[in-house]
């Protein structure tokens, strides 16, 4: 069965599910199969919880009945769909990746273009191989715009997504030393990166490109520009305040976000920009700026009891951290702690950028600093105001008698650290 044939199927259907646990009256059911899963084997489960079709790839559970569609994959099958019917519905799409701030981004333009468009926006960090498709597959003729987040961490996998998604319009957030393990260098970073320019100047289409980031100036150089920053620019856009949370203003318009960190400027800056080409109101871009509070431990400010929490444990690279470390520098409080957690896909540059960490951290004591996890326990570290612990368990340990109080506190580390535990110890 042709991928047109699919599409009509799915149209007639309800919509779409890829796990055999969410099953429901009508839909049809991708068998998708994985290192430690095979949809395949829950065929006849989805046909009994009501499900409408089921695309397979082994024969062994094919029904001649027509029930299920047997293809010769279902992951490329459902890429193809995808992108089958992201030219069925000829939406606008706006495509996004960098190395830091994607998640914030995406959520922010989408809370500034649901002001005056019905959007439909990448959910959580469904952003590879598998959570592109699904998020087309999520769109409608109802739909107005749809906005795609594109993540990675090896070569040729953006040039894949955009061949999926096929975005009218681009931006990269930046380039940072993210998944250097797969991505080998910066260089590869970059490399990869702007794979989503390439396709949209090969298809002459267009991008945002932020003017204070000179690599993205220069790596964007011979596509059409939509140009935002604090330089010359399209849209200027000024930050007045980020002691706290962080205060803007545009076309004379003051703006309170509650995004903390002056690394979230560049992404406050690229939502405003957005909204503004596609011709928002400053109220109404004010208005889903304010609106937009940031959750899933991203740029998170917590209080609990007399302390402040800036909660930013989702993930971390060096680049990453370091902005957090420079910010929480400037941060007000007389007491300032840090809960540091590994960072995690930095190959051969792993006991580098964590030794990097922990210089600068030596050479800026501004504060008592928590490192967490068997990188940052293998530093060298000469200082009393640093501690180190292997496991979050020996951390956990260290913290039974101690009660901060009045203080400003850091957290920060990859995922896979689960440092939000923390919040329970103190």
Do not use: W
């Amino acid at each position: 069965m042709n991928t047109k044939s699919i599409h009509q199927l799915f149209l007639k259907s309800s919509g779409f599910s890829t796990d055999s646990r969410k099953i429901f009256k009508n839909c049809i059911f991708f068998a998708l199969k994985g290192e430690n899963f095979n949809g395949n084997l829950f065929a006849q489960e989805a046909l009994d919880k009501g499900a409408f079709k089921v695309i397979v790839d082994e024969k062994d559970f094919h029904k001649s009945s027509g029930e299920t569609i047997l293809v010769k994959n279902v992951l490329l099958t459902l890429q193809e769909l995808a992108t089958f019917h992201r030219k069925f519905l000829g939406l606008p799409i706006i495509s996004l990746t960098g190395s830091n701030g994607k998640t914030t981004s995406k959520e922010l333009i989408n809370a500034v273009l649901s002001q005056k468009f019905k959007t439909i926006a990448t959910q959580g960090n469904l952003n590879n191989h598998i959570g592109v498709p699904l998020t087309l597959l999520t769109m409608s003729k109802e739909t107005e715009l749809g906005i795609v987040e594109m993540g990675a961490n090896h070569l040729g996998e953006i040039k894949m997504l955009s061949e999926i998604t096929e975005p009218d319009y681009g931006y990269i957030t930046n380039f940072g030393k993210a998944h250097l393990e797969g991505f080998g260098s910066i260089e590869g970073v970059i490399q990869g990166k702007t794979e989503l320019y390439q396709f949209l100047k090969k298809h002459n289409k267009k991008i945002f490109v932020n003017t204070n980031d000179p690599k993205q100036m220069d790596n964007s150089e011979g596509i059409e520009r939509i140009t935002f920053g604090t330089q010359q620019s399209d849209l200027h856009i000024k930050l007045l305040d980020s002691s706290h949370h962080l205060l803007v203003e545009f076309e004379g318009i003051q703006i309170q976000s509650n995004l903390v960190g002056d690394y979230n400027f560049a992404n406050l800056s690229a939502a405003i920009a957005i909204g503004a080409y596609f011709k928002i109101s400053s109220e109404k871009i004010k208005a889903g700026i304010e609106g937009y509070i940031p959750s899933n431990n991203r740029s998170q400010l917590i209080t609990q009891g007399t302390n402040t929490i800036l909660m930013d444990a989702y993930n971390a690279n060096p680049t990453s951290m370091l902005a957090a470390l420079e910010n929480f520098k400037q941060a007000k409080g007389d007491t300032k702690i840090m809960f540091l957690g590994d960072m995690f896909e930095l190959g051969k540059d792993s006991d580098e950028e964590h030794q990097n960490i922990v210089d600068f951290l030596t050479e800026n004591p501004f504060g008592k600093a928590f490192l967490v996890g068997k990188n940052f326990f293998k530093t060298t570290n000469r200082t009393s105001h640093l501690k180190q612990f292997e496991t979050f368990d020996d951390l956990k340990e260290a913290l039974k008698n101690y009660s901060p109080s009045k203080a400003t506190i850091l957290i920060k580390a990859s995922r896979g650290m689960a440092l939000e535990r923390i919040l329970n110890l103190l």
